[in-house]
Structure formats: structure tokens, C-alpha cells
């Protein structure tokens, strides 16, 4: 043993290891730590809790540099290179000619011409080897390549609360700079005092949300490692490589050797949408064609992941798979992780990863091999154990997170139930659910303070509305000539309910036009982005043979309160170009520094003559402020009125203040309105879009028509009438009673905002204007508070959700709560009653008081409804719906 670890490599920070009695043992090629004294499952759960500091050194550090460095590692990786910008980090494979891995990797991007590439310990000779045999023969005189292993160290920091670590390290060692910008793969590089460079990456292979990892010259690792243990004693403790196999496989990422080597591809692995680019990478690159025919016609085997059943013993490397009496495969590696259960007893779960043939059930093309839950079998040598198939794609793990966001979940499945139980069982269940229901029920209308900002409590009447027929009926239509015709017989009813809906909203709203079918305020959104290429390919039908996305798109940034269903990650993704950049072609719009819950109007014009969007997306769910609309429109004229973009203002969130009392952006400038019908609005689940788009508009004209044909057969076929009919309802409510229910949202949210800052709170917001412009109120609590007391007000009968506020390095550890009066408003709760809401608050979250009771009395004042019919109004529908 002496005269083998001789020969291994050491990292700079092996003798610290040493002085922290970690357990050392080789590890590809390197001495490294494998634990610590507390172990391995310990070290798990501190990294999952709080924060784990990794010496990652023994990882291979490349340099490519030169005029022909994207070019080289176009050829050299599986993923398009092109698509990272500066700044940015990108997961990549390193592929044979046969489509094998020669290894996993990751590309960071320090410059135009200069990158990183980190490579795995055991592969570094290997790896250095295959990139400098293409490089000398395709871009010898274009690109440079040198290793860079041994001249620096390299660290992983990660965990929940590892953040303000950081920001306080960086400060002790006068490190220049800012952190990365939230956001996996980003990256920034600090400036040393002595004139070295500290890169910092968001980056890791642990699971976990907030993470980093950090480069510096050798010479630095002794003190940045001693700083970040010393900074917040206790927040962020040292982790062995032991801990990093048992996270990395909750996380379900691969291991290379185990579920990735020259036998298994990145096909096989399940990474296929993660690291590899068959269709849209420009030119050639190692190992494609071999790739593109393992895509299209399946890999022979392919990478699970699966969970052991029961208490037994855990699978080992090479198990013998079973399906039924079959063998199919064998387990490539396995592990025992441990959890938090309910009540803070901790548990464990064995899991692990197989290799079998794709075709065990419906084959490969289609992602529909293995389903999640399948059962398999593990067997070694006489002995044999049930496991569970997990998610298809290594990415996806075995874990979920918890539902305060603080840490990971086992996904656990429940035992194959016997055909003859089944009867009994669902009767069982639905008893069960009958109980639970009424219980919930009672509890959230009866017991509790709701202050969910995108919710409401429709009225006894919308509800039973609801409930009759039509409900589960279907009435499909569209326009034909001047004619709205309908395809099924028995929808004389519901055509006159869906008339009148767009005759009063067209009312309440002041506008011409009504599109009520969308079900949803994202699918009012996603309608409208559908008619947007139609509309575009209208308007280039001489020049464009096909309909394209919109070339560039106007909206909030979702860290800043954007709406996901206006996101590219959300309902925008297949209506926008992917700009040259490689991202989509996505504006934020910008915010004021001083100021950020408002439009920076002064930077618009800039922007929009840069960019010339096609469309412009206003409205949030974070929001505080009216929009400026006539601002932004007196910007677009300049545009002519067929060329301007199409001003869109999303207001689900405030559809229901829509008045002279916040704003009516239709008479401001906005061509499209979007909303949902249950938040300010008090109706049912549902969406609307609204315009005045008519023939003074010229060719504009046809963007409603668009929507219109989006919307039927576009977007939906069934618009669910049993809704409809309840929007209704709830429009007919909202014209007798919405004036009066508007003014009093707004009165109670500055009250609101007000009494929460005399009590001790932090709001957010303009003080001098009340805080708030909206039904919402923000109270920030301080870095990764917001979950836990959003939780803690939960367990005293106050509903709210945390919110990421602007200066959070991540939603996974907002700051901040989102609260919303509409609900309560509705039940008569006042100025005064949300004065005593306060106190309430502040007691619980300031000084940890028990206000169960308190806030159940408090709600047990205001449990009738307001701004709404009374029952004998209309007792007809009440008695039919026996409600």
C-alpha cells in the first residue's frame, strides 16, 4: 500500500486534510479525502441543511486559448459551444468516434477566445491526450491547449446558506468583484490582492440549488479554504468524497466509469437533451453520426435509476437486474443516502442506478421505455430485493424538494397493490378523501387567514353555477364568414351564456373585443403568443413562406416578478427566435436602480430602437405599481401604427383592479389585455383576453382574428362551459359590485402595508406613497427567511407564499413574503382588522409567539361574503346545486 500511494498525485490542500483527521484513501489517481470524522451520511445532511466545502483539486484543469478555440471545441465536445456567452458555464461530453464517452466535462467561458474545461481526475492523461491529437490535427496553428492542474486548486462550496459565506470570504480577502449573477452556469472572476484571479462558478454535482465552485492559484487554497470553514463557525463544514457519491446520486447525476465510460454513451445516460446538440450545431464534431443513429434508433442499453424496497440489504455494482423471471441488465453503481423524515428522524433510502435494454417495455423513440414506478428486481447470488424504477433522465433524482424549499425529499413509492384489493382499497381511499376534504375545506374557510396574492373564494352563487350542466359538456365554434358556427347540437344554452360573458365584460372592461375560452390566465398568454406568428406571417405573406417565432420579445425578468407564463422558460418558449447568442431572443425590461418594482421608462428608448421587438409584455405577479402604459405607447408611435410592436399587458394579478382607481390600460395604449378571473377578479378558474382592435387599426385588424382562430382550434377544444357559465356569474357581480370592491382592495393593502411596518416588519415599497399601489404587500425578512416564515405563519393559520425579492441570490432562498388582501377584503376585513392581522403577524415572526388561536378568533369575525348577490337573489341555482 506504502509504495502505491507514492505514486499518487496530492492537492495542495491534502496536509489541512491531514490536521482534520479526514479519512484518506486513492481515489483516480489522487489521495483524497474520503470522510471526516462525523461521516459520510452527516457530512449529506449538513451540505442538504446548511452548507459542505469539497477539495475538488484532483479534478483536470485545461486552458484552450486562441482565435480557433470555439472552432476546436465545436469538434471536440458533444454540445454547441457557440451557445456559450462570456460568462457562462456549459455540462459536456467528450465523445469517441463510435459514440462512446471518452469522458463528462464542463466548459466555462472566460473571454472571447479563453476557456476552461474540467475534466474528470482518473481521465486527465486520457483526456489531455484525445483533445491534443484533434487539436494538432485540425487547429494546431488556431488554438492552444495546456494543463493547468497542478498550478491551481479547485473547491466546491454548496448548500442553502453558503451565499452569505461566501460574500463575508470574499471581503476578508479583499477579493475585487462580484459574485456570478443568479442563475446556474454563471460565472464572474475576482481580482486577488496579490494580482491572481479567483473564479467563481455556479456550478456543481451535488444537487444542490445554491452552489459554487471556486478556482485559485494554488498558493491561495490553504486560506481560502480556512477562511470559509472560519466564516459563520459551523455554517459550512468540510465533505469527503464519500458524501459527494452518496449526493450526487440523490441527485441522479452519472458518475463516468459507472453510468458513463466508452461503452456506455451519452445516449444510453439519459443525457441526450443535456449535453448533446445532434440538430442544431453548425458543423461537424466527434463522434456525431455515431450519436444521431443511437437518437433515432435507440441505444441497445440504457442508464435508470432506481430506489430499493424495504429494509434489506442495499445493491452492489454489477447486481443482476431481473424483469420477472428474466435477467435484463446490471447495476452500474449503488449507495445508501440518507434524509430527514417527517418529525426530523432521520432515515435512509438505498439507491442506485441500472443498465437495461431500452425495449423491457415500449422501446426507445418516444422516451417511453421503463416507466417511473416499474418494478424490478435486484439479485445477488441467491439473494433477491424489489426496487422502483425512478425518472428516466439521470437529472431528474430521487429526491424532490420539501415544500418550505429547505431541503430534499425522498420520492417514495407505494407497494404493488394485489388486483383483489384494489375495490377495497379505492372505497377505502375515497371515504378517506371525503373526510379530508371537509376537513380542509372548513379549515382554509373557517380557521384561516388567506393572503395568497393570486387567489380568491368565489361566492355561493359562482360556485353552484359551476357545478350544473353544462359542466363536462363540449361546444366547440368559430367564425365562418359573418356566421359563429357550432359543431355540436344542444348548445343553444351555453352559446347565449358565452355571448352575454362578452357582453358584460365588454362593459365592465370598457373594450370591444372578448376572447373568453382561454381556461387559463398562461393559456390567455399562450394564445396570444400563437396569434403573434400568425399575425407576423400575415403581415410577411409576400415575403415568408412559413409562419417564424417573434424575433424579439419585451418582458419582466422573473427574478424581478415576471410571470412565468411570459418567460421563455414558460408559455413564450416555442413562439421566440433563439438569438445569435444562442438564448432566446428575450429584453428585460429595465428596472429603476433605486427603485426596482418600477419601469426604468428613461432607458426605454435605447432599447426599443435597438432591439425593434414584435411584441411587448407587461404585468407581473410581483407587483407593486401600475404599469406606465402611456409612457410606453407615446414611445412606440414613432413605429406608424401597423409597424409598432403590440403592446401586451398580462393582468392576472390585477385584472379586478382594472378601473379609474388603478388604471385601464386599453384607454392607454395597450392593444391586448390578458388575465385570470380568479385572483382580483373573484371568479372562477379561468382566463380572458380583451382588445380594441378593430378596422381603424388597419392591417392590425387581424392580430384579433388571429387570436381568435389560436384560441379555436388553436389552443383548446373543450373551453369548459361548466366555468364559463360561472364567469358569468362572477362578470355579473363585478359590474353591480367591483367599483365598490376595487377601492376597498386598495385601502385595506396600504393599511395593510402600514400597520405591518408600525409593528416591526420590513415592507417593501415607496413609504412615502403607502407601500402599495396593488392588492399586494412584500415584507422582506432577511436572507433565506422568507420559507420558514412563510412555514411558520402557515402553522398559525395564515396563508401567504415566500417570494424571491430583488437582491435574493435565488428563489430557493427568498427573502421575502408576497401577501394579497383580495380574499380577506371579500369577507369584510377592514383597516382596523388588518391592524390586529398585523400584530398578530409580528408577534409570530419577530418573536416566535404562538397566534393559532388568535388568528382562528380573528377569522371566526368575518366568515360571510361581501360584493356579491345575496342568497335570495338567487336561490334558484343555490337550491339546484344544493349549496
Known sequence: ??????????????PVHLRQEAKIAPFGGWEMPIQYPEGI???????RRSGGLFDVSHMGRFWIEGAGALDFLQYALTHNTSLVAVGRAQYNLLATPDGGTVDDCYLYRLGETRYLLVVNAANIDKDFRHLEAIRSERFAKSATLRDETDATAMLALQGPKTEGVLQEVMARLKAKGTLPKRGRNNLS???????????????????????FELFVPARHAETLWRAILETQPGTVKPVGLGARNTLRSEAGLPLYGDELSEKISGIAAGLHALAIRLIDKPGDFCGREALLKQYLEGPRERVIPFVMEGRGKGARDNDRVYLGARRIGRVTSATTVPYEADGGAQELRRVGFALIPPTCRTGFAHGEDRRFGDRIEIRREKDGAEAVIGEAELVEGFARLSADRKRLLPILYPPACPESERAPRAASLAADLSRRARKNHDWRQRACVNLIASENTP??????????????RYAEHQQVGLDEVYYYQGTAWIRWVEEEVCRVLRRVFGCRNVEPRPICGQMANETVFEAMVRYRAFKNRKTSKAPSPMHRVFTHSLALGGHLSSQPGGALYNWVEVSPEGSPAVTRWPVRKEYPYAIDVAALPALIEKHRPDLMVLGKSMILEPEPVREVARLLDSFGLEDRPVLMFDMAHVLGLYGPGYQQPLEEGVDIVTGSTHKTFPGPQRGVILSNLDE????????????????????MSNHHLGTLQALLGAACEFDAFGREYQAAILANAKAFARSLADAGLQVEGDASRGYTQTHQVLVRLGTGKGIEGARRLEANGIICNFQGLPGDPSFQIASGLRLGVQEMTRYGMDARAFGELSALMADCLLRGKDVKDAVAALRGRFLDMRFCFGREQVAAVLEAARL
Not at 451520511?41 to 451540505?47: I, N
Not at 486577488?192 to 454535482?205: A, I, K, N, S
Not at 361566492?459 to 363536462?472: C, H, I, K, M, Y
Open 189 to 211: 472572476t475576482l481580482a486577488l490582492p496579490d494580482g491572481g484571479e479567483f473564479l467563481v462558478t455556479r456550478t456543481g454535482y451535488t444537487g444542490e440549488p445554491v452552489c
Open 1 to 14: 500500500m506504502s509504495g502505491t500511494t507514492q505514486t499518487l498525485r496530492r492537492t495542495p490542500l491534502y
Open 459 to 472: 361566492s355561493d352563487f359562482v360556485r353552484a353555477l359551476q357545478s350544473l350542466d353544462p359542466s363536462g
Open 41 to 47: 451520511l452527516a457530512e449529506h445532511l449538513q451540505t
Open 696 to 715: 381603424s387599426f388597419g392591417r392590425r385588424k387581424h392580430l384579433w382574428q388571429s387570436i381568435r382562430s389560436a384560441a379555436f382550434p388553436g389552443a
